[in-house]
C-alpha cells in the first residue's frame, strides 16, 4: 500500500499525466478508426517513449490499449464496423441504437461500461495478482482445452440465429487457423506453396475483411435506405432522454456491467482466451439473464453495458499472468513485454521482489489512465456522434482506405490485402446467408491454443479418456460443453416456437380487425 | 433462407468431402512416428462441418413452417450485388496501380473510386475528401507517431 501510495505520488506530475493523456486520446482516435486497433497503436507507439522515462513510457503505452479499447466501440456503434472481433457483440446493439437515433446514449454508456470495466479490472489486477496466478498455474493443457471448447461452443451458439450455422462458423475459424507451419513438426499445412502462408493467416487482415469491408459493402448496398433513415431521424424533434444515460438505463445495465466485468477479469487471467471471448460470453451471458432475450440485436442498452465492460476489463487482468509468471495473456501484453522490456522491467514473479515500487509506480498510472479515459472519452463522443449524419456514400470510401492500411501495416506487404479482400468475400457471403462471422474469428482467435492444447492432452491423457479422472476441472468443462449445447438447441427451439405463435396471433389479430 | 440454408448446406458438403479426401491429403504431409498428425485437427472440423451441414439441410427441411416472405426472397439483393461488383472493381483497379505506379495511386483509387462509385458527383467533394484523408494520414503515423506505412 506505502509503494502504492508512493506511486501516486510519482505519476501524479504534469509531464507524466499529460503522456498519459496523450497516449489515451491517440488510443481513442486510432480505437475509433475502423481497421486499427490496440495492438497497431501500442506497437506503433513504442518507439516514440524511447526518449521517456519508464514510468512514463509505460504508462503512455498502458494508456493506449485502454483508449482505443473504448474507442473501439465508437466505430462499432456509429458504423456497425467493430475495429476488433472483441468490439463485434456491442455493434449488436449499439448499431440499432445510433439507427434509432441514440448515438450519444449509446457512446455513453459504451464508455461508462468500459471505464467501470477497466478500472474494477485494474483493482483485480493490483490486489489479486500474486495470488490470482498461482490458481492459474492449476489450469493445464487439458483444462484449457476444455475451457476453450466450452467458450466455443457458448459464443456459437448465442452468436446467430442457428446453433447449427454458429458452430459451422466456429469449426470453420478453427480450421483456417490450421494453415501455415505446424508448430511440433513444423510440415506446411494447406499453404498451397505460397510462402506468406507459412507463418499463418494474419487476424488483422482477416478481421478487417469480415467486420470491416464486408459491412461497408452490405452498407452500400442499403445506402438509399440508410441515408432516409439519417434524414428521418434529424427532422423529427430530438428528445433530451435519447442523448443522456437514464436512471432507468444505469437500473437495467449495472447488472450486466458488474457482470461483464467479473467475465472479462476472469477471461484475461486465463492466457488464449482475449478479450474477444470475454465480451461475447459477457453479452450471451447477459442476454441469456434478460426476462426479453428475443429484444437483444433490436438496440437493447444492457448489450452495450455487458459488451464494453467485459471488453475493457480483460486488458487489466490479462497482466496478472504476465506480472506474476511472465506469461502474456493477450496480444495486448505480448507487445508489452517488449516496451516493458526495453525500459528496464522484466515481467514475472521476481519483478515484485526486484522492482515493487515500479510496479506500483505503473498501478498507479493505470488508474490514473482510467479516470483520464473517462474524461477525454466524454469530451469526444459528442463529436463523433455527428458521424451519424454524414451520408453513408461519403463513410465508405474512408473507412475502405483506413482498413487497407490497418491491413497493409500488420505484415508491411500487399499479401495482408489479398487476404483481407479473400475474407471480405467470406465476410459478405457469411452475412446474408446468416453465419456467424464473430464466432469464426474467434474460432480462428482461439483456434492455435485449442490444437495445442488438444495435441497436448492427448499425449498426457496417453489417448485414454479414463485418465480424464484425474482432471476434474476439465470433466466440468465438457460437461458444461454438452449441457451448453443442449441448452441453446432447446432455448432456440423454443423461441423459434414463441415467435411463431406471435406471428399466428399477429395474423389473426388481423384478420379479425379486417372482419369488423 | 430456407431454400438459401438447402444450397448452402449442400455446397458445404461437397467442400467438405473435396477437402477431406482430396486438398487435405495432398496438402499435409503425413508426421514421423511418435508425433500427433498434422492433418488431426483439420480433418476433424472438415468431418464435423460435413456433418453439421447434413443437419443444417434436415433440419431445415423438417421444418415445415410455411413459406414467408423471408424464405422466398433471395438472401443477397440486386443493390447489394451491385455494391459488391462496383467496390470490388475499385480494389481491383487500386491493385493494379499499387502494383504497377505507386502506393499513393492505389490509396487515391480506393477513395475516389468509391466516391464515384456510390454515386459521388461534386467535384469539390472529389477533389478535397482524398486530399484531407491522406494527409490526415501522413501528419498521424509520418509526423506524430514517427512511422512509415509503406
Not at chain 1, 448499431?95 to 478500472?119: E, N, T
Not at chain 1, 483485480?124 to 492459474?136: C, E, G, S, T, W
Not at chain 2, 467442400?15 to 480433418?43: E, H, K, R, Y
Not at chain 2, 424464405?71 to 439483393?77: G, H, K, M, V
Request: aromatic share 8%.
Amino acid at each position: 500500500m506505502d509503494y502504492l501510495i508512493t506511486g501516486f505520488s510519482h505519476v501524479l506530475n504534469p509531464i507524466t499525466i499529460l503522456w498519459v493523456t496523450v497516449g489515451v486520446t491517440l488510443g481513442y482516435v486510432l480505437g475509433a478508426l475502423p481497421g486499427l486497433g490496440k495492438a497497431t497503436g501500442v506497437a506503433v507507439a513504442i518507439p516514440m517513449t524511447f526518449y521517456l522515462d519508464p514510468v512514463t513510457a509505460i504508462a503512455m503505452l498502458i494508456g493506449i490499449a485502454k483508449g482505443s479499447g473504448a474507442g473501439s466501440a465508437v466505430s462499432a456503434i456509429l458504423l456497425n464496423t467493430p475495429g476488433e472481433p472483441s468490439s463485434a457483440p456491442t455493434a449488436l446493439d449499439g448499431y440499432p441504437l445510433a439507427r434509432q437515433g441514440k448515438a450519444q446514449k449509446a457512446l455513453k454508456m459504451g464508455l461508462f461500461a468500459s471505464v467501470i470495466g477497466d478500472f474494477i479490472s485494474t483493482l483485480v489486477l493490483i490486489v489479486l495478482a500474486a495470488p490470482l496466478a498461482r490458481y492459474a498455474l492449476l489450469i493445464g493443457p487439458i483444462e484449457l482445452c476444455a475451457i476453450l471448447l466450452f467458450s466455443l461452443t457458448f459464443i456459437g451458439g448465442l452468436a446467430g440465429k442457428s446453433l447449427i450455422k454458429g458452430l459451422i462458423a466456429a469449426a470453420f475459424g478453427v480450421f483456417f487457423a490450421t494453415v501455415g507451419l505446424e508448430t511440433e513438426t513444423f510440415i506446411p499445412r494447406l499453404t498451397f506453396d505460397i510462402l506468406e502462408l507459412d507463418s499463418g493467416i494474419s487476424l488483422v487482415p482477416m478481421a478487417i475483411g469480415m467486420l470491416a469491408i464486408a459491412e461497408m459493402i452490405v452498407q452500400a448496398g442499403n445506402m438509399k435506405k440508410l441515408d432516409a433513415e439519417t434524414a428521418n431521424m434529424y427532422s423529427k424533434g430530438r428528445k433530451k432522454e435519447d442523448n443522456i444515460v437514464t436512471a432507468s438505463d444505469w437500473r437495467r445495465s449495472l447488472p450486466a456491467i458488474f457482470r461483464g466485468t467479473l467475465i472479462g477479469s476472469i477471461v484475461g487471467i486465463l492466457p488464449g482466451l482475449g478479450a474477444s471471448v470475454g465480451s461475447f460470453l459477457s453479452y450471451g451471458a447477459t442476454k441469456k439473464a434478460s426476462k426479453t432475450p428475443e429484444k437483444f440485436g433490436t438496440g437493447m442498452i444492457e448489450g452495450i453495458a455487458a459488451a464494453e465492460s467485459a471488453d475493457n476489463a480483460v486488458v487489466p487482468s490479462s497482466f496478472i499472468p504476465l506480472f506474476a509468471l511472465g506469461i502474456p495473456g493477450s496480444v495486448i501484453a505480448a507487445i508489452l513485454i517488449a516496451a516493458f522490456v526495453l525500459h528496464g522491467l522484466t515481467p514475472g514473479p521476481q519483478m515484485f521482489q526486484k522492482q515493487p515500487q515500479m510496479v506500483a509506480d505503473i498501478y498507479a498510472a493505470m488508474l490514473c489512465a482510467s479516470v483520464i479515459l473517462l474524461a477525454v472519452g466524454y469530451a469526444g463522443q459528442r463529436l463523433f456522434s455527428q458521424i451519424i449524419r454524414v451520408p453513408i456514400r461519403l463513410i465508405i470510401p474512408g473507412v475502405m482506405f483506413l482498413c487497407c492500411i490497418g491491413a497493409y501495416m500488420e505484415t508491411s506487404s500487399v499479401f495482408s490485402i489479398y487476404v483481407m479482400l479473400f475474407f471480405t468475400v467470406i465476410g459478405f457471403i457469411a452475412r446474408k446467408l446468416d453465419f456467424s462471422f464473430v464466432t469464426f474469428l474467434i474460432g480462428f482467435v482461439i483456434g492455435p491454443n485449442l490444437e495445442l492444447t488438444f495435441r497436448q492432452a492427448i499425449q498426457i491423457l496417453d489417448q485414454k479418456a479414463i485418465n480424464l479422472i484425474h482432471h476434474p476441472i476439465a470433466i466440468i468443462f465438457i460437461i458444461l460443453t454438452m449441457v451448453t449445447v443442449v441448452w441453446i438447441a432447446r432455448g432456440s427451439g423454443s423461441s423459434k416456437r414463441a415467435a411463431k405463435a406471435a406471428e399466428v396471433d399477429k395474423q389473426t389479430k388481423t384478420n379479425k380487425e379486417g372482419e369488423t | 433462407m430456407r431454400r438459401a440454408d438447402i444450397i448452402s448446406g449442400m455446397v458445404l458438403i461437397v467442400f467438405g468431402l473435396v477437402m477431406l479426401f482430396i486438398v487435405i491429403p495432398t496438402q499435409i504431409d503425413t508426421a514421423p512416428d511418435g508425433f500427433v498428425s498434422p492433418s488431426l485437427v483439420p480433418n476433424m472440423m472438415m468431418i464435423l462441418i460435413t456433418f453439421l451441414a447434413g443437419l443444417l439441410i434436415i433440419t431445415t427441411i423438417r421444418n415445415k413452417a410455411k413459406d414467408t416472405q423471408e424464405d422466398t426472397a433471395p438472401p443477397i439483393s440486386k443493390a447489394e450485388l451491385l455494391a459488391f461488383l462496383k467496390l470490388g472493381s475499385v480494389f481491383a483497379v487500386a491493385l493494379m496501380l499499387y502494383l504497377w505506379v505507386a502506393p499513393l495511386a492505389a490509396g487515391i483509387a480506393i477513395i475516389v473510386g468509391s466516391l464515384v462509385a456510390l454515386g459521388e458527383r461534386r467535384p469539390l467533394i472529389i477533389i478535397v475528401m482524398p486530399t484531407l484523408i491522406l494527409f490526415g494520414i501522413w501528419l498521424l503515423f509520418y509526423k506524430l507517431l514517427g512511422t512509415a506505412i509503406v
